[in-house]
């Protein structure tokens, strides 16, 4: 054992210099927090009980170990589907939707901009624009716009529509939510898609051509399985920055509206954005989180190398 | 690619369509070069494309329109601004909050986050790109799955990890905090970038004497530039925009970052909206700069990985 491990030392011993670096820092700031995150998900740690120092006084860790109590709590303890279910439910459509809206008007884009167009630079300069101006800045605008009497109320009341109150009722919230996110999502769908589209070789619909193949044939057997590869990386991603987003929601609502909080925000107002701070609840939840996030990689992952094409 | 045979139809299509030609006889339909759509399409193209560039432009020109109204309330009738717009509210902000001392202090976190987190992912991902080593897999499966970290679960653990080495309150703290949410997509992305670049060519500079350091340094970096462009603007981004974290852990306020300086707006100036608007445009242009100088490799740089594989 000590001899594989040497041999592989002195055979491989510039790679792990090579990763080493990130391995560090991932150890020390992600594997190591985890670590802790997860012990933290077996007590009853908060604020109050949490170990701080005063002053010059330290106080030290008074919660204590109750075991998988918490996860208990979250998924079937008293008001369980207030705090959770609600939340968790939500969370799959808001991905489910969202992943597909900007999919699909990233792939409609792209494709728009793959045909020979005048203006198709000026075009793309214009429409990567709300993915190259930060996102806090452009959901600050859509508050502007979403207010009640804001822009988007004034055009809809203008064509003679309901104005519904964007930030405050309940549906509405949900609706602006995922305007907001489809709106600063498109642009990283359309690029990538874009790029997966000029790899796709002329010749192949050239031939498809030949054979009498119609647009939607030439569509349907030459650009959608010459984008699978682009496809499924982008929606992998897509789906777990989805999942995780929390600048949009946390920006445009801030901690007054329970029911547009996904899982992740919801975490984060237990953890910090209530008093006492619940943080082994909040860790809880982002076990939970980060468990269903690698439990839909891993089929995901089955799934495409049964079409013989995983992302790893 | 393979899957199905996609054009199994191909048999009976050519002569169905032979055989429609031949049966309506129409006078020779003018053909069109591939690529280039009829009139009625090309307009109807531009139709969508314009609504689509409008609906994407709308926002951020509308908070620059917003930041030129000098009252707080002018948000309300965006339409009174056109007769007194001003730029007081940029001055406001330059001259008089600590906007200048946000800007430094985002400035060197982005800074040394991009530098460091663009040079660590690009030699761990020349590693896996090259290299077949023990550990090889978790490595790819542990980057993978650090992207899907919810930062409710990293947040309390990390801040007492950063109390614990000093580094809470500190540049260098919230640059590596950073750094490890942006490398593990950086190196995925740079691993798919030099994925494209021939091994042929680390073999010439490893015959010719060059060291495994070497042949990455002077022969494979300078070939992946629009790979790393990509990835330092990923890691810039991410850095110059970051809210959550840049919030717990910048204590003192002349440390606080642009993101963070912003939200302290709302209370400070009981929602000056206007001022903030302002801020925010001015936040919004440096990176934007940025984001335009890199874009034309924007392409091939986020998906070389991803088309090859």
Known sequence: MVERLKLSYSRHWYAYAMAAPVVIVLGVLVAYPLGRGIYLTLTDANSLNVGHTVGVNHIPDTFKFVGLQNYADVLWGQGSYDRFWSHFVWTILWTVICVTLTYGSGLGLALLMNRQLRGRTAYRLLLILPWAVPTFVTVFSWRLMLADGGMVNTLLGALHLPQPSWLEDPLAQKAAAILVNTWCGVPFMMVSLLGGLQSIPAELYEAAEMDGATGWQRFRYVTLPGLRAVSSTVILLGVIWTFNQFVIIFLLFGNNAPDVQILVTWAYQLGFGQQPRDYAQSASYGIILLSILIVFTTFYQRWLKRNDQGVI | ?309
């Not at chain 2, 494309?49 to 009252?71: K, R």
């Not at chain 2, 007194?84 to 430094?104: E, H, I």
């Not at chain 2, 801040?159 to 590596?176: M, V």
């Open chain 2, 1 to 309: 690619m393979e899957g199905r045979p996609p054009l199994s139809t191909t048999t009976d299509i050519p002569t169905k369509a032979a055989t429609a030609v031949a049966a309506t006889a129409r006078p020779a339909v003018r053909v069109r070069p591939r690529g280039q759509s009829s009139p009625a399409a090309a307009a109807l193209s531009h139709g969508i494309l314009i609504l689509a560039a409008l609906v994407a432009v709308f926002p951020v020109l509308y908070l620059f329109f917003i930041a030129l109204g000098p009252d707080k309330t002018d948000y309300l009738h965006p339409g009174d601004i056109l007769g007194k717009a001003t730029f007081a509210n940029f001055g406001k902000v330059l001259g008089q909050t600590d906007f200048l001392s946000w800007f430094g202090n985002s400035l060197i976190v982005a800074g040394g986050t991009t530098v460091f987190g663009v040079l660590i992912a690009a030699t761990t991902g020349y590693a896996v790109s090259r290299m077949r080593f023990p550990g090889l897999r978790p490595l790819m499966w542990s980057l993978l799955i650090t992207q899907m970290f919810p930062i409710a679960v990293l947040i309390v653990p990390m801040y007492y990890t950063l109390a614990n080495l000093g580094l809470l309150d500190t540049y260098s703290g919230l640059i590596l905090v950073y750094a490890s949410t942006a490398v593990p997509y950086c190196a995925w992305l740079l691993k798919g970038y030099f994925d494209t670049i021939p091994v042929e060519i680390d073999e010439a500079g490893r015959v010719d004497g060059l060291t495994p350091f070497g042949t990455f340094w002077r022969l494979i970096l300078p070939l992946a530039r629009p790979g790393l462009a990509v990835a330092a603007f990923y890691t810039f981004l991410t850095a110059w925009a970051e809210v959550p974290f840049a919030s717990t852990f910048m204590l003192s306020s002349d440390k606080y970052t642009l993101a963070v300086g912003l939200t302290t707006f709302v209370s400070q100036y009981e929602s000056q909206w206007n001022l903030m608007a302002a801020t925010s445009v001015l936040i919004a242009i440096p990176v934007s700069a940025v984001f335009y100088l890199v874009q034309k490799h924007l392409v091939t740089g986020l998906t070389a990985g991803a088309a090859k594989s």
